[in-house]
């Protein structure tokens, strides 16, 4: 990241896996940051000390206006949420409370104080899954978990906000974001995870016994969910770019954000293999409510209009930060 920036942006979230590492790029960048974050996932030591830290809701729309006045913060970047399709199955109510009311509050106080330029972490679980070869930003909208509509209703009360406030948004669409920052400075942290690359990093170091693979009747070349992965310091680039394009006058948009390439689970499994040079003790169980059978970026629009190129664009980089990034802990 080359351009500079006297601004200062507001990071939701901060604290947690993908903000940290977005945190980060924006130092890079030269943008001043206050990070906003509860802890109720994060971990106060990804935030470099440098960066100013409030421990708070988002949904406080006070505390909201209070930081955005008070810092100078001219844009938002909100990263904080719920993202387990699984628990959200299991309690939706939480996942419409933490992701769209507690996002509608903390949108209306930031516009409310100033604040013109919002980069949303979104995601491709607001797309239908009908196995298509990649979804563009224009596939069918139809979320199949609670998670996937209470981001999609954030989405929504975003454009309609922003068009109200005469103010600029650009809705990032996450496809798998896995891997590690490759200096050592943030990565995965809850035990918790049920993300794939994340849990089989705690195999490898056998912090966990197994690693269950859900689902083998897919109708997938091995029978197992294909998914995009995307290195989180690459995403990490990405809401730079965004930002930038914001600052600069451009126009709202919305970008997935993925390489356009899928992985299945047994390939995952099997890259994990190569990298540790003996088998992986696997286990395979029925398929999880809300899972799709394959999801992959088409991400010729993001390229073509953020000028985005990412650096660390293979399996074996992600997996190899990500693996690096467990043992250290």
Known sequence: MSSSSDRTILVTGGAGYIGSHAVLACIEAGFGVVVL??????ERARVPDTVTFVEGDVGDGELVRRLVRESGVGALMH????????????????YYLNNTVKSLALFEAALGAGVRSIIYSSTAAVYASGGQASVAEDAAIEPCSPYGRSKLAAEMILKDLCVAAEARYGLLRYFNVAGADPMGRSGQGSSASTHLIKVACEVAIQKRPLLPVFGDDYA?????????????SDLADLHVLALQRLEGGGESFTANCGYGVGATVLEVVAAFERLLQRKMPVEIRPRRPGDAPMLVADSSHVRQLLGWRPRLDTLDQIIDSAYRWEQSR
């Not at 974050?37 to 994060?42: A, I």
């Open 37 to 42: 974050d509860d802890l109720s996932s994060g």
């Open 220 to 232: 997938t070349r091995d029978g197992t969910c294909i998914r995009d992965y995307i290195h989180v």
């Open 79 to 94: 990263f904080a949420g719920s993202i387990a399709v699984e628990e959200s199955m299991a309690d939706p109510a939480f």
